[in-house]
T-cell receptor, first 112, second 111 residues
Framework: NAGVTQTPKFQVLKTGQSMTLQCAQD?????MYWYRQDPGMGLRLIYY???????DKGEVPNGYNVSRLNKREFSLRLESAAPSQTSVYFC???????????FGQGTRLTVV | GENVEQHPSTLSVQEGDSAVIKCTYS??????FPWYKQELGKGPQLIID?????GEKKDQRIAVTLNKTAKHFSLHITETQPEDSAVYFC??????????FGTGTSLTVIP
């Protein structure tokens, strides 16, 4: 049982390049999330998907897009990377309201 | 939206002592309060949670208290061990779809 799997683990991009961060969960969870973690700022929600076929903006959605491909997969896309998007990105999932969220191992992204 | 504040940002304790981390939240509609532990290079992992209809919950050396009137909740770790050293995050959730996290507490347990 892998839980939440994120790829890649590390990535360096040049300003203006695009990339997609992949996330998959094997726990049959309805809700999936993308967070970014920056020093001293905790975890901030970028986008979430409460169920397959729906997506909603979180606290810091600008510069990102998401796709809930199916119940298992939720991807995060940076269309034109900027240095301000240098961060550690975490994908998470949970079964439903007021239940534990399970996190992936994170993707460390550097934009130069 | 919800605003969660967490204190202290760093905490050092001697092995065997207790550690207390405090969080406040702003939205009285928040009804679920999880605590996560994050070890270096890993994703956060739930250690304990509490729902708004409960005032206190305990799991071995870890306990969480909730004061809905004052809108604050606290994590208590007793008999600390070196393996408790990590970053701890509190969070609050309204209706369970969005989690708002505190800024984290880096706990160091000195052997």
């Amino acid at each position: 049982n892998a839980g939440v799997t994120q790829t890649p683990k590390f990535q360096v991009l040049k300003t203006g390049q695009s990339m997609t961060l992949q996330c998959a969960q094997d726990m049959n969870h309805n809700s999936m999330y993308w967070y970014r973690q920056d020093p001293g700022m905790g975890l901030r929600l970028i986008y979430y998907s409460a169920s397959e076929g729906t997506t909603d903006k979180g606290e810091v959605p600008n510069g990102y897009n998401v796709s809930r491909l199916n119940k298992r997969e939720f991807s995060l896309r940076l269309e034109s990377a900027a240095p301000s998007q240098t961060s550690v990105y975490f994908c998470a999932s949970h079964r439903g309201m007021n239940t534990e969220a399970f996190f992936g191992q994170g993707t460390r992204l550097t934009v130069v | 939206g919800e605003n969660v504040e967490q204190h202290p940002s760093t905490l050092s304790v001697q092995e065997g002592d207790s550690a207390v981390i405090k969080c406040t939240y702003s939205d009285s509609a928040s009804n679920y309060f999880p605590w996560y532990k994050q070890e270096l290079g890993k994703g956060p992992q739930l250690i304990i949670d509490i729902r708004s209809n409960v005032g206190e919950k305990k799991d071995q050396r870890i306990a969480v208290t909730l004061n809905k009137t004052a809108k604050h909740f606290s994590l208590h770790i007793t008999e600390t061990q070196p393996e408790d050293s990590a970053v701890y995050f509190c969070a609050a959730s309204i209706a369970g779809n969005q989690f708002y996290f505190g800024t984290g507490t880096s706990l160091t347990v000195i052997p």
